[in-house]
């Protein structure tokens, strides 16, 4: 981490992820939200405002701490309690299967040990756990790919690690969770980065 990470990024990540379009993207699938959830990629708290109502408590996991700061207004407008929590040793600190909802939002690009943390997710949810998911990923288009693959390097380098080229519905796949909803479009912004994967996972046990 460094001051572009730290400071200026969560910044600009507040500013061009606030609009209208981005709201109600958020509102309409984090509908499936329900009990004690987890949120990694808290960020700057832009998801807070369109939990639902059976939200119980939320844990918020993001290593930028300048996020907390930005969030500020939203958070005193929130109704359940919210803790911040930190890696630790790479793990989530919670117990296994305490979770009931694991949320992630434009959030699975970013992270580099992206399998480890699906696991991660994997464990904290208790059995019957949703990971609820809105991210953007690889397209399915052979062009739209192709640019994706061959910008995802600049991305990377000015986007805070983000990936244009990951296959989410894949890589939740792969850790084990059912993906039992999942519905695909294109957001309203160039396509090399709007192609979306958006829904819930279930633990299964």
Not at 76 to 104: K, N, W, Y
Not at 106 to 123: G, H, S, Y
Request: proline letters at 6%.
């Amino acid at each position: 981490m460094g001051f572009y990470s730290d400071v200026i990024l969560p910044f600009g990540i507040d500013f061009c992820m606030r609009g209208e379009e981005f709201s109600e993207y958020r509102k309409k699938y984090l509908a499936d939200v329900k009990g004690d959830t987890l949120e990694v990629g808290f960020g700057s708290g832009l998801n807070l405002p369109h939990y639902p109502d059976t939200i119980t408590r939320l844990w918020a996991l993001d290593p930028a701490k300048m996020g907390r700061k930005l969030a500020k207004k939203r958070l005193e407008a929130i109704s359940f309690p919210i803790e911040f929590i930190d890696l630790e040793d790479e793990r989530i600190p919670l117990e296994d299967a305490s979770v009931d909802t694991v949320v992630t939002t434009w959030t699975l690009c970013t992270i580099p040990p992206v399998a480890d943390a699906l696991q991660e997710f994997k464990r904290v949810l208790k059995p019957g756990g949703r990971y609820v998911f809105l991210e953007h990923g690889l397209s399915p288009d052979d062009n739209i790919a192709r640019w994706q693959n061959r910008l995802n390097p600049i991305q990377k380098a000015f986007a805070g690690g983000c990936h244009l080229n990951r296959r989410i519905d894949d890589l939740i796949a792969a850790s084990g969770l059912k993906i039992e909803k999942l519905e695909n479009f294109y957001f309203p912004c160039p396509k090399i980065a709007g192609y979306m994967y958006a829904g819930y996972a279930v633990k299964e046990g």
